[in-house]
């Protein structure tokens, strides 16, 4: 098979046993920092990326993709807005929800966000009745005033199913005694786990008719709360509805109220990346040694293949095709060896427990208990590229330092 000449005398040197077994010791282990390198890439950005669908997943577990809400009064004509956003394409379902702040008081107080929702539609726009581990959603009846508490909030307030809980809400009212703050005695019916300390002690959630009451809306209801099949598209679809329903409506979408916690995530992620490129640079400066070493090794070949015709621009393509073989070797290697620790994770993990005896990420103290992992083709991708750049510019200054040996001076004691 044809190859140009470069590209031939440079897979040959490759190949080829080397009289100074240090510089092929040195070969071998750039090879190996690149792999090693790339795969502790691949599989980081994995797990991190794991992460964030988890947290992601709990925390849109519990709210909405998107929220259309009164503009600092109640929104009366909320059927028609759910009727709206269900003839909406994008929109999988809606349901309306009454939300303010209260002190629930058990054998301790504690301050929560009470939700008035509609069990029948609930579902459709959370995943709060999969979360119940003590009770059902459905459990819910209007005018029974009956509370479901996030499973850190009932441990804090010392109460469980059939207990009462009393709810004060910052709504006054005038009695013989004067201004007294608006208050009202709930049976527990209900437990759910999120595994968000944000909703698990600070959410509690009762029947929306029960909410109004509490609240003094009468009809009306906070906002209707949407789930899309496109969760990106939350801020487009609400502002949508928001202009359909016509007045002034507030529009969130679950990409601006948690906003700064997946910014955080994402610089994580940027830092770890850039640190882990370093590592992979680091490799490839042992690259940079083996290849300087290599060409002072060649010097005589060097002067030969000159001798022969070969140009300065020939002989550095010579080299800069053995270091980015040597970088490739490396690079596939890594690649290939993330791939399968990013997949069998979670068995490494559990086997390295059983091998020393202890939890990696116990139960009862974090809220993810195993190493999720997500990998995503574009990272390994991007990974693979930024490997091979770095051992590409690797090579230049050998690949030039072979550029310019002087025949005559490289054979004159030959």
């Not at 209007?142 to 479901?148: A, E, L, N, T, V």
């Amino acid at each position: 098979m044809f190859h140009p000449l470069p590209i031939a005398i440079g897979l040959r040197y490759t190949r080829a046993k080397r009289r100074n077994h240090f510089i092929s010791f040195i070969s071998a282990v750039s090879m190996l920092g690149i792999a090693l390198g790339v795969l502790a890439l691949i599989t980081v950005i994995s797990v991190m990326n794991g992460f964030e669908q988890e947290l992601r997943t709990r925390i849109l577990g519990m709210v909405s993709h998107a929220t259309v809400s009164g503009a600092g009064e109640a929104v009366d004509n909320w059927r028609f807005a759910v009727e709206r956003a269900e003839a909406d394409p994008r929109v999988v379902g809606a349901a309306p929800y009454v939300e303010g702040e209260a002190m629930l008081q058990g054998l301790q107080v504690q301050g929560a966000m009470i939700r008035g929702v509609e069990p029948a539609l609930e579902p459709k726009v959370s995943e709060l009745a999969d979360k119940m581990v003590v009770g059902r959603l459905d459990d819910l009846r209007s005018g029974q005033f009956q509370i479901i508490l996030g499973r850190e909030l009932a441990l804090w307030l010392g109460v469980d199913v059939s207990d009462k809980v009393t709810v004060f809400v910052p709504e006054f009212k005038t009695t013989a005694l004067g201004a007294m703050p608006q208050m009202r005695r709930f049976t527990v019916s209900g437990i759910f786990e999120a595994g968000a300390q944000e909703y698990d002690l600070g959410l509690a959630v009762i029947h929306i008719d029960d909410a109004r009451r509490l609240l003094r809306m009468g009809d009306g209801v906070s906002g209707v709360r949407l789930k899309l099949h496109d969760m990106f598209e939350a801020w487009h679809v609400a502002r949508d509805l928001g202009d359909q329903l016509g007045s002034f409506y507030r529009v969130r979408d679950w990409s601006r109220e948690h906003s700064n916690f997946f910014r955080a995530i994402k610089t994580e992620k940027t830092v770890m990346f850039i640190i882990l490129s370093l590592i992979i640079g680091v490799a490839a400066f042992n690259l940079v040694s083996s290849l300087v070493m290599l060409v002072t090794d060649k010097q005589a070949d060097i002067a030969i293949l000159r001798t022969l015709g070969l140009t300065p621009g020939q002989v550095m393509r010579v080299f800069v095709v053995q270091g980015a073989l040597i970088g490739v070797i490396g690079i596939g290697i890594g690649v290939v060896g993330g791939v399968v620790l990013t997949l069998n994770l979670q068995h490494v993990v559990k086997a390295l427990e059983s091998m020393f005896g202890f939890e990696f990420m116990p139960a009862d103290v974090y809220y993810i208990s195993g190493v999720p992992t997500m990998l995503r083709g574009a990272d390994v991708a991007i990974t693979a590229l930024v490997a091979f750049v770095l051992c590409g510019l690797a090579t230049l200054y050998p690949a030039w330092r072979a550029s310019r040996t002087d025949p005559a001076a490289a054979l004159r004691y030959e």
